[in-house]
């Protein structure tokens, strides 16, 4: 059983993988929007991390992020990078230190 579930999950991530290479390669919004939403679907049905990639697109409106519809700022002061969504406006952060500890922790465990 427990192979099993492990298959699953390597095929899942194997779909998001896809998923974000189709996105990359995206030239409408909308449909790069979808593809966000449904690698992200997967990733909550079967469990498997987004990890870096959660950094890609805006949280809320699942906007796959490039130059023209986003921010993107270093705080060297607070540690952290900026990215603003200009599609909805959401802001968001996320430590720099804390995500490379968090990779040494993962790496540790396995
Ligand atoms: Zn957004």
Redesign the pocket.
């Given at each position: 059983m427990y192979r099993d579930e492990e298959k699953f999950k390597e095929i899942a991530k194997e779909r998001i993988e896809i998923l974000f290479e189709l996105v990359r390669r995206c030239s409408d919004e909308e449909l790069a929007r979808n593809y966000v939403k449904l690698a992200k679907r997967i990733s909550e049905f079967c469990n498997v991390r987004l990890k870096d990639k959660k950094a890609l697109f805006?949280?809320?409106?699942?906007?796959f992020f490039n130059s023209k519809?986003s921010k993107v700022r270093l705080n060297p002061k607070k540690k952290r990078v900026e990215i603003l969504?200009?599609?909805?406006?959401?802001k968001r952060f996320y430590g720099y230190v804390k995500e490379v500890k968090l990779k040494r922790k993962n790496k540790n465990n396995c």
């Amino acid at each position: 059983m427990y192979r099993d579930e492990e298959k699953f999950k390597e095929i899942a991530k194997e779909r998001i993988e896809i998923l974000f290479e189709l996105v990359r390669r995206c030239s409408d919004e909308e449909l790069a929007r979808n593809y966000v939403k449904l690698a992200k679907r997967i990733s909550e049905f079967c469990n498997v991390r987004l990890k870096d990639k959660k950094a890609l697109f805006c949280k809320k409106c699942f906007t796959f992020f490039n130059s023209k519809n986003s921010k993107v700022r270093l705080n060297p002061k607070k540690k952290r990078v900026e990215i603003l969504c200009l599609n909805c406006g959401y802001k968001r952060f996320y430590g720099y230190v804390k995500e490379v500890k968090l990779k040494r922790k993962n790496k540790n465990n396995c």
